[in-house]
């Protein structure tokens, strides 16, 4: 891949097997020993299982840190996601509040502005009504 100034980018990928790698090496080593062993077959067998023990005891230690490793990753990304759920709901409680509150104070401002409509409506009424007899007061006085 380039780049616009002509340099060349290189991508790795970093594809350390760790226990495989070193397992397949120790494998290919113990090979090459055995067909170059200058002792004879007995200590070469006892220097051989010698080594080999040494190279089970370090890929168990090397699985055992990975395993402690994993754990600790497990473990901080399980805190983690834990403390963002505690931190949404509580968002989402906050949230139930404010609507709770703004319902309420919404529906004493309806109830407000209902009983003002009908104290308009009353009064109206009140005096379409005093309208209505003065002027059947002032047709009465007009025919006698």
Do not use: C, N, W
Request: hydrophobic letters at 35%.
């Amino acid at each position: 891949m380039r780049d616009d100034d002509g340099r060349y980018i290189v991508i790795e990928r970093d594809h350390s097997g760790g226990v495989g790698s070193f397992l397949l090496g120790a494998l290919v080593g113990a090979g090459v020993a055995l067909l170059f062993a200058p002792g004879r077959g007995e200590e070469t067998q006892a220097e051989l299982r010698e080594r080999a023990k040494k190279l089970r005891e370090s890929a168990e230690e090397r699985v055992r840190e990975a395993q402690k490793t994993l754990e600790g990753r497990i473990s901080a990304a399980r805190d983690d996601l834990h403390g963002r759920v505690d931190k949404v709901k509580d968002a989402v409680d906050a949230g139930r509040d404010a609507a709770r509150e703004y319902r309420g104070e919404l529906e004493e401002k309806l109830e407000r502005s209902k009983a003002a409509y009908r104290t308009g409506v009353a009064a109206a009424k009140e005096e379409f009504a005093a309208i209505e007899a003065e002027s059947s007061d002032v047709e009465a006085g007009s025919e006698d």
